[in-house]
Structures are given as structure tokens and as C-alpha cells.
């Protein structure tokens, strides 16, 4: 018994090193290790249930800026309003590359939960599960555009997951597992704030015999914009800024037996604290939206009429598809390398820290 346990621990620790080597070198403030109990996640069955995998690819962004006009200081002149938008999409990756991009991701993640020895599980692999019991069951590959604003939803093929409801207009509703709200790209998701409280995760494990779900999140912004108001100028500046950002990956196991509470009794939870730059993609440029206010002189007894300024830009960063797909891969696999080393600490009945 104790040479098998050893056998298990030394190749445990092989894991560990084999992942941290792939991965990038992380600084400690970048990331948000939150655990419970994770030295016991040894008595867990070398079973997973993947209950959400979704990457999120940020393909336009919009911004504007208003400065309100009236009446100056000391009378005898008016402004109008002035408004400056700005809006920058990305040219170069179609939907079919982007959904190219997630397969081989998620492949490559459930080929490294196999080789920690794990059977792996979706939705379309179980049955039933009774927390789902009203729920509708999706299938990959699926693309979504009306999940956040400006960017593309993407579901890998092979996978499948649960969802309350879809609306008219193509949203999907998760009910109360993912009940929070957090902005994502200037709009608002639920995939990304923590996990770990959420009755659904700690409820599904239960009923699946305490097996090790998972829910992973990873959202790739490709634009940044930057709107300011400054002595009647409305100003948005914007360009290109790839990178990893809101990226989650949770392990939950069994449920807490406090009465009226829902939580794991063992888990763990990888977040960013600050984005992963992904760089060699788009090259380096800036785009610009300026409008200034109108003013017109009157007398005091005169009527007045102002007309408000408008400035409207539209822009595209280019990229090569390939280009694209190979740094965004890289950065992603190895976020989903730390939280699997990370997850291999626990399974070696240490304390992930």
C-alpha cells in the first residue's frame, strides 16, 4: 500500500514539473489561487465532469464620448453638444478559424486530464443529472454572438453543456448557477466572476458520486479603447491590445454538509488578477475620434439655436489568421497548464497555495 501511494505521489510530482515547464513563467501578483480543503482532492474519483468550457474572442469594440454644451460663464454665448465614437473591428480571423482555435484547445486540455488518469465527462456523456432536470442541453461546435457584446461566444466540438433557457434574440440564461453579473468588454457577463460559491458546481458533484467538476472560462480581448473629455473636446482613442483577460478555470468536489449552504468540500479556483499580453499578432497603431463643440455669440434677447457636432470612425486591425491562432493557443494552453499543475499539487495531498 505505502509503495503504490509512492508510486502515485512520484508520478504526480513528474506531472507537475512536466506542466510548470510548458507554461509561462507567472508572477504570483497575476494570479488568484483560491482552495478549499485542496489536500484532500486525493479521495476524489479519478473521474471529471466538465460542466462549462467556453472562450470568448472579442471581434469589434465601440466607444463614445459626449461633452454637453449650454450656456458660458457670463452669458452672451452657447455651445452644443459634442459626441465622438469610435469603432474598431478585427479583420484577417473568420468564426471557422476561431472555432478551429477552441477544438484544439479543449482537445489538448482534456488530453492532459487523461493523462493525470482522469475519465472524462460532458453533458452529452451522463445521463441525467438532476440538477439540470429543467434545463436544455446545447452541443458544440456552436458559435454565439449575442453572449457579450462585440464578441463571439465559442463552444468547442465535442462538448456539451446545460442552459435554462435561450432568448428570442439568441442568449443564453444559466439560471442561478452563474447568477453574478461582471462587466466584460464593456458589457456584462456571468461566466467570470468566482465559482466556488455557486450551489450548482458543489450540488452536480454530489450527485455525481463526488467526482471533480470543472468550469472553465477564458475571455481574449483584441481592442482596447480610451474615451476623455478635456475643455470641450470629446476624445476616444483606441487600437490594437490582445490579450488573456477574465480567465477562470474551477475544480469543485463533493458539498459542505453546513445546513442551508451550498459549497464544495474540496476545491480549487485559477484566476487572472491582471491580463496575459499576447504580442506578434497585430502590428502597433492608434486610431482617434475628436469632436469639439460649436459655439455661437447671441445677444441676451436673442433665440439661439446650436447645432450639436458629431464625429463618426470606423477602423480595422489586421491580422494573419495563423499568426492569430498560434499565440492565442500558447497563452491559453498555459493558463490551462498552471491551473492543472496547479490542481496536481492537490492530487499529491498537499495544499495548493
Do not use: W
Not at 513528474?14 to 494570479?31: H, I, P
Not at 472562450?55 to 469589434?60: A, F, G, S, V
Not at 456584462?188 to 465559482?195: C, D
Request: hydrophobic share 35%; proline share 3%.
Amino acid at each position: 500500500m505505502i509503495k503504490g501511494k509512492l508510486t502515485l505521489t512520484l508520478s504526480m510530482l513528474c506531472l507537475v514539473v512536466s506542466l510548470s515547464s510548458l507554461a509561462q513563467v507567472y508572477d504570483k501578483k497575476n494570479l488568484l489561487v483560491q482552495e478549499m480543503k485542496s489536500k484532500d482532492f486525493p479521495n476524489a474519483p479519478k473521474q471529471v465532469y466538465i460542466n462549462n468550457f467556453k472562450i470568448y474572442y472579442q471581434m469589434i469594440a465601440e466607444a463614445e464620448k459626449t461633452t454637453y454644451g449650454g450656456r458660458q460663464f457670463g452669458g452672451g454665448s452657447y455651445t452644443g453638444d459634442a459626441t465622438a465614437r469610435l469603432a474598431v473591428g478585427v479583420e484577417g480571423i473568420a468564426p471557422d478559424d476561431l472555432q478551429q482555435l477552441t477544438d484544439e484547445i479543449y482537445n489538448y486540455y482534456v488530453g492532459r486530464l487523461k493523462d493525470m488518469g482522469f475519465e472524462v465527462a460532458c453533458a452529452s456523456n451522463i445521463d441525467k443529472i438532476e440538477f439540470y432536470q429543467d434545463h436544455e442541453q446545447l452541443d458544440g461546435p456552436r458559435i454565439n454572438q449575442e453572449q457579450v457584446k462585440g464578441s463571439l461566444m465559442v463552444v468547442p466540438t465535442g462538448f456539451s453543456y446545460h442552459v435554462k433557457k435561450v432568448t428570442k434574440k439568441g442568449k443564453e440564461k444559466s439560471g442561478g448557477l452563474m447568477a453574478a453579473v461582471t462587466s466584460v468588454n464593456g458589457a456584462t457577463a456571468t461566466e467570470f466572476t468566482s465559482a466556488l460559491y455557486h450551489k450548482g458546481l458543489p450540488k452536480i458533484s454530489q450527485e455525481l458520486e463526488d467526482r471533480i467538476v470543472i468550469d472553465v472560462a477564458l475571455n481574449v480581448p483584441s481592442i482596447y479603447l480610451d474615451p476623455k473629455s478635456k475643455l470641450g473636446t470629446a476624445k476616444v482613442k483606441g487600437g490594437a491590445n490582445l490579450r488573456l483577460e477574465n480567465a477562470r478555470a474551477t475544480y469543485v468536489s463533493g458539498k459542505g454538509n453546513r445546513p442551508g449552504a451550498a459549497y464544495p468540500e474540496v476545491a480549487l479556483e485559477l484566476s487572472l488578477t491582471k491580463p496575459m499580453q499576447i504580442t506578434g499578432v497585430f502590428a502597433e497603431e492608434e486610431f482617434k475620434a475628436v469632436a469639439t463643440k460649436q459655439r455661437t455669440a447671441i445677444p441676451d434677447y436673442g433665440i439661439f439655436f446650436v447645432t450639436d457636432t458629431e464625429v463618426a470612425l470606423t477602423n480595422t486591425i489586421s491580422c494573419k489568421a495563423e499568426d492569430y491562432q498560434r499565440e492565442v493557443q500558447k497563452t491559453l494552453r498555459s493558463f490551462l497548464d498552471e491551473s492543472l499543475s496547479k490542481l496536481s499539487i492537490g492530487l499529491t495531498g498537499e495544499k495548493v497555495k
